[in-house]
């Protein structure tokens, strides 16, 4: 297969199959690509997910593009990203089809509880292969340990990142050793063009995780237009839940309740293309600043600084994850898997969803 044709079919793959938001995609990646393919070399991988952390948009999935111009050039980049989206996108459409004729969503709280602890510990695997990479020096342990405590403390992502890339920096230039449907309520009339604008306004601004969406989302839509309640917003999070590849395709899902299928469309058009233009910008920057010594540092400061973001949010993500005893034992469970064997995680996640409809039935 020609590595157009592979950075297509693994993206694709998934963007059908990666349940678990950002943190869980970036675990799949790294499995995937590093671990198994070895496309990339893990210090790269932790490079080009740094440079994701320092521009705006969904961080998944511009990992996704970077990784596909890495395997395939330009257009590996198109391609990788177009295919992560797209079957993501699709999924979501479906739910949005029967949310509008039915009112409502499928059930799914079994298959969720049994989710939702083993992406938890497939993060946990996943910090720990690139801890072992990324932080081997007493200042990137410390920006770890560092960013992970402010995090939990409420301090913004964004701040904490160039904060680290700063003080890397910093330690670089100082004298040093050799290395070791529409709402009912809407105010505002919902037109496309200004449904393509919130949404091309947030793809290009927003920094941060899948959460930080819900915070914009609310801004613009509930908030200050009044085009979606907030009983209607909550559904739109809980489908980009549910559904795998990009939590951005909750856009797909607002968009064909408030302007049908041009609605979904544009929507997804619209939070997706500034994140191709961003990666595309900066893809030819990463090789040059690892290979300055002032931004090298800048680099080292943002990965450690992002695996202790990632390891803040597995702390948030247990509280809701590992509610109930058979949540924890299928946490445990996925755990040892994901450590000790060499098992692909996406099998891992559907055993998971499977047992924890299996309990749900069982009640």
């Known amino acids: ?33 590093v671990r198994r393919r070895a496309w990339v070399t893990a210090q790269e991988f932790t490079d080009l997910l740094g440079a994701t952390n320092l521009i705006p948009g969904p961080n998944s999935t511009e990992l996704a593009i970077h ?4 395997r395939a050039g330009w257009p ?4 990788a990203g177009a295919c992560f989206i797209l079957p993501a996108a699709i999924i979501t459409l479906a739910f949005a089809l029967a949310y509008v ?19 938890l510990a497939l993060i946990v695997a996943v910090i720990y292969r690139l801890a ?15 960013a992970a405590g402010c995090a939990l403390a409420g301090t913004s992502e964004l701040l904490l990142l160039f904060g680290a890339g700063a003080l890397g920096i910093l330690r670089s230039l100082a004298p040093r050793k050799p290395p070791a449907s529409a709402a009912a309520l809407s105010i505002d009339p919902v037109t496309l063009t200004g449904l393509t604008w919130v949404f091309a306004k947030i793809g290009s601004i927003l920094y941060g995780s899948g959460y930080v969406l819900i915070a914009f989302l609310r801004r613009e839509l509930v908030l200050a237009r009044h085009w979606l309640t907030e009983a209607q917003l909550l559904d739109a999070i809980a489908i980009g ?12 899902f607002i968009g064909f309740v408030l302007g049908g299928w ?14 191709f233009v961003f990666v595309a910008a900066s893809a030819p920057l990463i090789p040059r600043l690892r290979a300055s010594r002032s931004m090298s540092g800048f680099l080292d400061g943002v990965n450690a600084a992002a695996i202790g973001l990632m390891a ?9 994850a590992l509610l109930t005893w058979p949540q924890r034992a299928i946490g445990a469970a996925a755990g040892a898997l994901l450590v000790l064997t060499k098992v692909n995680p996406t099998w891992v996640l559907a055993a998971a969803a499977a047992a924890g409809a299996a309990i749900q039935l069982a009640k």
């Open 1 to 33: 297969m020609s590595p157009l044709g592979e950075v297509a079919w693994v993206f694709f793959k998934l963007g059908a199959t990666a349940f678990g938001g950002p943190a869980a995609h970036i675990a799949l990646m790294q499995d995937e690509i």
């Open 262 to 275: 041009p609605g979904a469309v544009l929507a997804t058009t619209a939070i997706f293309v500034p994140s």
């Open 312 to 320: 803040s949010a597995c702390i948030f993500l247990a509280r809701d």
């Open 241 to 252: 839940q549910v559904t795998p590849g990009p939590v951005f395709t909750t856009a797909t």
């Open 101 to 119: 004729h039915w009112g409502t969503i499928p059930a799914a709280t079994g298959i969720l509880a049994g989710l939702k602890p083993a992406i």
């Open 67 to 70: 990784l596909g111009h890495k």
């Open 76 to 79: 590996g980049l198109l391609v």
């Open 132 to 146: 072992r990479t990324t932080l081997r020096t007493p200042f990137t342990i410390a920006a770890a340990i560092g």
